[in-house]
């Protein structure tokens, strides 16, 4: 009596075909056939949206859409401390809010005038996205993973660290919490002996995409805004608690060069902006939270539509 045959349909095997589609796969390999569609030579036939095909294309779309909306955008200049401290730390682990990477690229000449700047991607399609649109952009690309683990990514920009070039971090990337620092870009200044630097950038119009961060798009004709602060030393020797302590002092730096003061102590008045944008952005010429750092009036109007500060 023949035994059951496994593949999905007759191949001429001999024995009867198995209705079974769980073992199309695996029993077409056995029996010599393939599940995937063929033209008439008998090539297998590849759409225009296959998988190999998809991440080139819409990386291609991807260049393009960037390029004709910062051909529309305005970028006021850097404020003269601004431009002195992006000029003086280099190379540095440059680090911004996720929410804020649409705006760092619109802003890449003046991020990399004088400076190789490097980025993380992972070997996911979703990092090879990554790598084939800012590469052409002179960007170092460094291809390894922050979440699991992320002992290969750090390593790699270490070395490019090393190599001169100032990586781009987005610590609380990259899945969130929003705003919650992740301690690479300690540990990664601490191996590396650079600085980091923290940024802001700011648009006078955005538009919030549905991700967990509330990614701020800027609209067209807008003007995109950067502010640079004060860098941070940290120490070449570093115990657990103390990277922690320092992850946490990267948060606040951020949160102050945003205009954004700390929670206040419980009984005490403190000011937060509000995520609909309609805070008082106070005076210019406010230092918050004695970070140093003068903030310009355009600044101000610009960091409620942008930031949200922790409540």
Same mark, same amino acid.
């Given at each position: 009596?023949?035994?059951?045959?496994?593949? $999905?349909?007759?191949?001429?095997?001999?024995?009867?075909?198995?209705?079974?589609? =769980? /073992?199309?796969?695996?029993? =077409?390999?056995?029996?010599?056939?393939?599940?995937?569609?063929?033209?008439?030579?008998?090539?297998?036939?590849?759409?225009?949206?296959?998988?190999?095909?998809?991440?080139?294309?819409?990386?291609?779309?991807?260049?393009?859409?960037?390029?004709?909306?910062?051909?529309?955008?305005?970028?006021?200049?850097?404020?003269?401390?601004?431009?002195?401290?992006?000029?003086?730390?280099?190379?540095?682990?440059?680090?911004?809010?996720?929410?804020?990477?649409?705006? /760092? =690229? /619109?802003?890449?000449? /003046?991020?990399?005038?004088?400076?190789?700047?490097?980025?993380?991607?992972?070997?996911?399609?979703?990092?090879?996205?990554?790598?084939?649109? $800012?590469?052409?952009?002179?960007?170092?690309? +460094?291809?390894?993973?922050?979440?699991?683990?992320?002992?290969?990514?750090?390593?790699?920009?270490?070395?490019?660290?090393?190599?001169?070039?100032?990586?781009?971090?987005?610590?609380?990337?990259?899945?969130?919490?929003?705003?919650?620092?992740?301690?690479?870009?300690?540990?990664?200044?601490?191996?590396?002996?650079?600085?980091?630097?923290?940024?802001?950038?700011? $648009?006078?119009?955005?538009?919030?995409?549905?991700?967990?961060?509330?990614? $701020?798009?800027?609209?067209?004709?807008?003007?995109?805004?950067?502010? +640079?602060?004060?860098?941070?030393?940290?120490?070449?020797?570093?115990?657990?608690?103390?990277i922690d302590s320092w992850r946490r002092e990267v948060g606040r730096r951020l949160d102050e060069l945003a205009g954004c003061e700390p929670p206040a102590a419980p009984g005490q008045p403190g000011r937060h902006a509000e995520a609909d944008g309609h805070d008082d952005p106070g005076e210019p010429g406010a230092r918050p939270g004695g970070s140093g750092t003068t903030l310009d009036r355009a600044s101000l109007l610009f960091s409620p539509n942008l930031i949200r500060c922790r409540v």
């Amino acid at each position: 009596m023949p035994s059951e045959c496994r593949c $999905a349909t007759p191949c001429g095997c001999g024995e009867a075909p198995s209705p079974a589609p =769980a /073992a199309a796969r695996s029993s =077409a390999r056995r029996c010599g056939t393939s599940t995937s569609k063929a033209n008439s030579s008998g090539a297998p036939e590849v759409g225009l949206f296959d998988k190999s095909r998809r991440v080139p294309l819409l990386a291609l779309l991807g260049r393009a859409a960037l390029r004709l909306l910062w051909a529309t955008l305005r970028r006021p200049p850097l404020a003269p401390d601004d431009a002195a401290r992006l000029a003086s730390a280099r190379p540095a682990v440059l680090v911004v809010w996720h929410e804020q990477t649409l705006l /760092a =690229a /619109a802003r890449l000449r /003046a991020l990399a005038e004088g400076r190789r700047l490097a980025i993380l991607a992972s070997h996911s399609n979703d990092g090879e996205l990554v790598t084939r649109i $800012a590469a052409p952009f002179g960007i170092e690309i +460094v291809r390894g993973s922050a979440s699991r683990g992320g002992s290969e990514g750090l390593r790699g920009l270490y070395r490019a660290t090393r190599r001169g070039a100032s990586p781009l971090l987005m610590p609380d990337g990259p899945r969130g919490p929003q705003h919650e620092v992740k301690p690479g870009a300690v540990v990664l200044a601490q191996m590396a002996a650079v600085p980091i630097l923290p940024l802001h950038f700011a $648009a006078s119009r955005v538009w919030r995409l549905g991700s967990w961060d509330r990614m $701020a798009l800027p609209l067209p004709f807008s003007r995109v805004a950067l502010r +640079v602060g004060e860098p941070i030393d940290v120490p070449r020797r570093l115990g657990g608690d103390e990277i922690d302590s320092w992850r946490r002092e990267v948060g606040r730096r951020l949160d102050e060069l945003a205009g954004c003061e700390p929670p206040a102590a419980p009984g005490q008045p403190g000011r937060h902006a509000e995520a609909d944008g309609h805070d008082d952005p106070g005076e210019p010429g406010a230092r918050p939270g004695g970070s140093g750092t003068t903030l310009d009036r355009a600044s101000l109007l610009f960091s409620p539509n942008l930031i949200r500060c922790r409540v």
